[in-house]
């Protein structure tokens, strides 16, 4: 599915985010920026330990919560990995929705700052973070729809989705929002 939104064009896919010929990749990464399993796992077994070794050495405090840093991308075909941390789901009330938001939009400046034409997220928080990916759609979504409308890039925000589940909500979601 695709819908244009100014210059830009957003974009979502099902299948493996670690196999896309993009100039960066989102992890979702933990705080510690220590790798894990999921997609963050994947990334890392697809990059190389020379990854792990560049998170440990320039970032050895990791990340917090709502943030998002580059390193290079190694045995990845992207250009860089945006390491991204988002929320644990509490329910709700714990500022979730913000804090997503938030290491999206942190991600598409560092692409804007990495001249990065096109970027790929997964769906963070959805996973080991149990994020309800209804939610997660919806926040993720318009805070891509809200940057590309006012910065009018990067050329390319693509959605790499896991599931087909996942897949469908995000897709619900963007079909309103087109319309
Ligand atoms: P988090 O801890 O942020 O929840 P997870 O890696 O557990 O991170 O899950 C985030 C999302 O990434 C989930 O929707 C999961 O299905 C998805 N995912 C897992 N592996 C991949 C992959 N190789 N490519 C794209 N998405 C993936």
């Known amino acids: 599915m695709l819908v244009q939104f100014g210059e830009s064009r957003l974009e979502l896919a099902q299948g493996d985010i670690t196999t896309q010929q993009v100039d960066a990749i989102v992890n979702a990464a933990n705080s510690g920026l220590h790798g894990g399993g999921g997609v963050d796992g994947a990334i890392h077994r ?56 938030s290491a999206y939009c942190r991600c598409l400046e560092l692409a804007v700052q990495h001249n990065c034409r096109s970027i790929a997220f997964p769906a963070i928080s959805t996973g080991v973070y149990g994020y309800p990916i209804d ?9 891509v729809r809200d940057f590309l409308q006012e910065q009018g890039r990067p050329e390319l925000v693509r959605f790499v989705l896991f599931s087909g589940g996942s897949y469908g909500a995000f897709a619900r979601v963007l079909e309103l929002m087109a319309n």
């Not at 440990?56 to 941390?85: I, M, S």
């Not at 939610?135 to 805070?143: D, G, K, P, Q, Y």
């Open 46 to 101: 697809a990059a190389g330990p020379e990854l792990m070794q560049e998170t440990d050495r320039v970032y050895p405090d990791g990340c917090p919560t709502g943030e998002a840093v580059a390193t290079a991308a190694y045995g990845l075909p992207a250009k860089f990995v945006f390491h991204a941390v988002g929320p644990i789901w509490r329910g709700g009330g714990q500022n979730e929705a913000d804090l997503l938001g």
């Open 135 to 143: 939610l997660a759609a919806e926040t993720s979504l318009a805070v």
